[in-house]
């Protein structure tokens, strides 16, 4: 089974819209094989962001981001992602935009983030409770595949050593 921690980015004014994605993405990761560990609210404080992703990258498979993704000035949740990872996913983030633009174009003023951290995978995706969906639902199958690699790969070193 694959693990999943969600940060909740505070923002002013969203809470609740916020607070029902957590409970939203939690039933999507679960009804697409991942373990729910939790969750983490931060302040949208660039260190505060930085410290928690780092360090729930380092015990789960996937570290879900919500909020942040806004275009305005407040809204870093994107940048913090891209500045931690070792590898960005652009073709992660291509998926998750084009399904969610195509569900409503209006998306478009959204943004999102993903690139792996050790062996974890973190995705920065617009917090709202509506949408969250569109942006999980296109890639969580797909992230499957890349951690049972990880995982035959690290057998195969553990046998030859």
């Given at each position: 089974m694959?693990?999943?921690?969600?940060?909740?980015?505070l923002e002013s004014g969203f809470f609740d819209e916020i607070a029902e994605s957590i409970e939203i993405s939690k039933?999507?990761?679960?009804?697409?094989?991942?373990?729910?560990t939790g969750?983490?609210?931060?302040?949208?404080?660039?260190?505060?962001?930085?410290?928690a992703i780092y360090a729930d990258s380092c015990s789960n498979d996937i570290v879900l981001v919500l909020g942040g993704t806004?275009?305005?000035?407040?809204?870093?949740?994107?940048?913090?992602?891209l500045s931690l990872v070792d590898k960005r996913?652009?073709?992660?983030?291509?998926?998750?935009?084009?399904?969610a633009i195509?569900?409503?174009?209006?998306?478009?003023?959204?943004?999102?983030?993903?690139g792996t951290i050790g062996d974890s995978i973190v995705l920065s995706v617009p917090g709202y409770h509506e949408?969250?969906?569109?942006?999980?639902e296109s890639v969580l199958n797909y992230l499957k595949p890349f951690f049972?690699?990880?995982?035959?790969?690290?057998?195969?070193?553990?046998r030859n050593s």
């Open positions: 694959y693990s999943c921690k969600i940060i909740r980015i039933r999507i990761l679960e009804d697409h094989g991942f373990r729910y969750s983490t609210d931060v302040d949208p404080v660039m260190s505060d962001l930085k410290e806004g275009l305005h000035r407040e809204d870093i949740g994107p940048e913090v992602v996913a652009t073709g992660i983030e291509t998926a998750m935009l084009r399904n195509v569900a409503d174009p209006s998306l478009c003023l959204y943004r999102v983030g993903a949408t969250v969906h569109y942006y999980l049972d690699g990880l995982r035959a790969s690290e057998r195969i070193q553990k």
